[in-house]
């Protein structure tokens, strides 16, 4: 299968843990997208990469949230010191360079925080 | 700012009845739009997409979408709905890379 891969699929965790969550885009897409969805939501848009480089964040992304894509292939989303509030379906998505590209999601992440 | 309203949460048809879902979308300049669908359980897939070339957009699975400027709409279409198409349905502007979703059609399809 040559999607965009997410792991780990589920995530239960107390309230005040660290979680990482890594995602694997399509191979030759150098855009890569962070989303978060709420229940009844539509996915609201996190922060993207260009091959290594984050060129955006949005203002949902708090200071206990980062995220990476060390050598431009696979990203990791990382919460500190998680809260209930944090519970959600996080979301990765790929796309290549050019105009107009569409963007293709993975199955993502559903996060619980207790 | 560009935005995206979907005008209704649930819509419910039988099948072999057509289907509209509407959508409504706010951009400072022409923008590209996207109809999304999720299946419970799995990931978001692309139906279909307007870049501005033809403003009638034809899409996977018999669906099909016509940009209209002056009433800055969107709506998607397909004339016979199949019980496979009960799903659920996001409207989506591109802003720089950045989508913007809007808040989702659940359809569902009656026997």
């Known amino acids: 299968d040559t999607g965009v891969s997410q792991n780990p699929r589920h995530k239960i965790t107390k309230r005040g843990q660290n979680v990482t969550f890594r995602c694997d885009p399509i191979?030759?897409?150098?855009?890569l997208y962070w989303y978060r969805q709420t229940l009844g939501q539509g996915p609201e848009f996190l922060t993207y990469f260009q091959n290594e480089a984050q060129l955006e964040k949005s203002r949902l992304l708090s200071d206990r949230f980062s995220a990476e894509r060390p050598k431009g292939s696979f990203s990791t989303l990382e919460i500190q010191r998680t809260e209930q509030g944090d519970s959600a379906m996080y979301l990765c998505?790929?796309?290549?360079?050019?105009?107009?590209?569409?963007?293709?999601f993975g199955p993502g992440t559903r996060l619980t925080v207790t | 700012a560009q935005s995206v309203t979907q005008l209704d949460s649930h819509v419910s048809v039988s099948e072999g009845t057509p289907v509209l879902l509407r959508c409504n979308y706010s951009?400072?300049?022409?923008?590209?739009l996207f109809w999304y669908v999720q299946h419970p359980n799995k990931g978001l897939q692309l139906l279909l997409k307007y870049t501005s070339a033809a403003t009638l957009v034809k899409g996977i699975n018999g669906f099909e979408a016509e940009f209209k400027k002056s009433e800055t709409s969107f709506h998607l279409t397909k004339p016979s709905a199949h019980m496979s198409d009960a799903a659920e349905y996001f409207c989506v502007v591109d802003n720089f890379n950045k989508f913007y979703f809007g808040s989702g059609t659940k359809l569902n399809v009656k026997p």
């Open positions: 191979s030759e897409h150098n855009r």
């Open positions: 951009s400072s300049y022409s923008p590209s």
């Open positions: 998505a790929s796309s290549s360079t050019g105009g107009f590209s569409e963007q293709y």
